[in-house]
C-alpha cells in the first residue's frame, strides 16, 4: 500500500493550475504566528500556510505502516515476535559501527 502513496506524493508537485480554494478560519493570535513564521521565510502567508499543510500531510500518509495478513502468516508473524533470533556476529558489528551521517 504504501509504494503507490510515495509514487503518488513524488509526481505530484503542487505545482500546476492553482483552481482549488481553502479557506480557513483562525484567531488573530494564530494568524500572527503564521505571518511571522512565513515572513521570516520570505513568503506570502498562503504559501507558507498551504507548503506547512502539504508537507504535514505527506508525513502523515507516508507515516502509515499498515499490512494485512492472513491467519496462518500472522500466527508466524506473532511467533517471530515472541522468538526473536539471536544476532550474528556480523549483525552486532554492523550494529556497532558509526552510522554514515556521524562520520
Do not use: C, Y
Not at 494485512?68 to 549483525?91: I, R, S, Y
Amino acid at each position: 500500500m504504501s509504494q503507490p502513496v510515495r509514487s503518488d506524493l513524488r509526481r505530484s508537485s503542487g505545482r500546476g493550475r492553482k483552481d482549488d480554494v481553502i479557506q480557513i478560519r483562525t484567531t488573530a493570535e494564530t494568524k500572527a504566528i503564521l505571518g511571522r513564521a512565513a515572513t521570516l521565510r520570505g513568503q506570502k502567508l498562503s504559501e507558507f500556510m498551504l507548503e506547512s499543510a502539504r508537507r504535514r500531510a505527506e508525513e502523515t500518509i507516508l507515516d502509515q505502516r499498515v499490512f494485512f495478513l492472513d491467519a496462518k502468516d500472522h500466527e508466524k508473524f506473532v511467533a517471530m515476535l515472541d522468538n526473536p533470533t539471536m544476532p550474528t556476529k556480523e549483525m552486532r558489528a554492523r550494529m556497532r559501527r558509526k552510522p554514515p551521517w556521524e562520520r
